[in-house]
């Protein structure tokens, strides 16, 4: 077991550092950068008026253009690996601030909405598949089934700008923006905590639906397998009652292989995030990459690439290192 643990875990740092190397190789040397942004942003009228003025543009696009790529690639990603393991993951070119400052603050509410809405969506996800699974064939199974399918072929920013108009500027229930009202402080106390929850409904429901359409019909094909087994006829001929074998022979049996999936999804879920903080303005990391996307400020974008990196394999080292204690069949082998 801990011959086991030491090469999951050093699998999981090598995989870390070869991604990041390769996606700061990727955005540092890309065509785009963000002086390109910056440059088209200063008007070279407002220096107009006198050879000072035209020499401080000259001096300023002269500045900007630094920070386009260059040096020795090599020792340049060296470099940043270096400061990554220090913590340091550099100073946001547009904002002006570290960028580790910058994750800090978004980082929080990314977590709370995808935490929240894969926990909602898992449990009653699982509890409708389950269900569906042992009425298969009926109009009820049929119903759903087809239900969720047409759901899951939604993407996912159409069902936000969807429940955002119908819910937020059409019958005006929530609101269509922000993660808290201007008007309260912030802080612990109820009124704060109030505004939070009530701003976070919509981004928590459009993240939910998704991930539940597709927990339920992992659980429908997975309960439908379970019930064809040996054991559960067996213990169906055994007199055992149909509560029992419904909660430990079948439900336990079929949710074990989406145990991975949940811990996986945590991951995947920030990059889904960045389509929901958009629509709902939802100051999360999500937006967080939006932005820095569309302003090729790649210390940022580079950044929240660290992050979504570290969830996804830390999640996998998790579900490989945890799955054997709810499977005996796996610590057996």
Do not use: C
Request: glycine letters at 8%; proline letters at 5%.
């Amino acid at each position: 077991m801990k011959a086991y643990f030491i090469r999951r875990a050093t699998m999981a740092v090598m995989t870390v550092l070869v991604t990041i190397i390769i996606s700061w190789l990727l955005l540092e040397y890309s065509p785009e950068s963000p002086a390109n942004v910056l440059i088209n942003r200063i008007a070279p009228s407002a220096f107009m008026g006198g050879p000072r003025a035209e020499a401080e543009y000259l001096s300023l696009e002269n500045y900007l253009n630094t920070l386009r790529p260059h040096g020795n690639p090599f020792v340049e990603g060296l470099s940043y690996l270096w400061n990554f393991l220090h913590g340091n993951l550099g100073i946001s070119i547009v904002y002006e601030e570290p960028v580790t400052k910058l994750i800090a603050q978004a980082l929080p509410w990314t977590l709370f909405i995808v935490s929240t809405s894969i926990l909602i969506s898992f449990f009653i996800g699982i509890r409708i598949g389950e269900k569906m699974g042992y009425k298969r064939g009926t109009k009820t199974d049929s119903t759903l089934t087809m239900f969720f399918t047409i759901l899951r072929s939604i993407p996912i920013y159409i069902l936000g700008i969807f429940l955002l108009f119908f819910l937020g500027y059409e019958l005006g229930i929530f609101p269509t923006g922000g993660t808290y009202s201007p008007s309260v402080t912030p802080g612990f106390n109820i009124p704060f905590i109030v505004s939070v929850l009530y701003h976070a409904i919509l981004p928590i429901a459009t993240l939910t639906l998704v991930n539940l359409v597709g927990w339920a019909l992992h659980m429908r094909a997975n309960t439908i397998y379970t019930l064809g087994e040996d054991y559960v006829t067996f213990a169906e001929i055994r007199g055992v009652s149909d509560n029992k074998i419904e909660t430990k022979y079948v439900g336990r049996n079929s949710i074990l292989p989406l145990y991975t999936s949940l811990i996986l999804s945590i991951g995947f879920s920030f990059g889904g995030s960045v389509f929901v903080e958009e629509i709902f303005s939802y100051a999360g990391v999500g937006l967080l990459l939006y932005n820095s996307v569309t302003a090729n400020d790649y210390p940022v974008e580079m950044g929240v690439f660290v992050i979504i990196v570290l969830a996804v394999v830390i999640g996998v080292l998790l579900a490989d290192l945890t799955y054997s204690l709810l499977d005996p069949r796996v610590r057996q082998e």
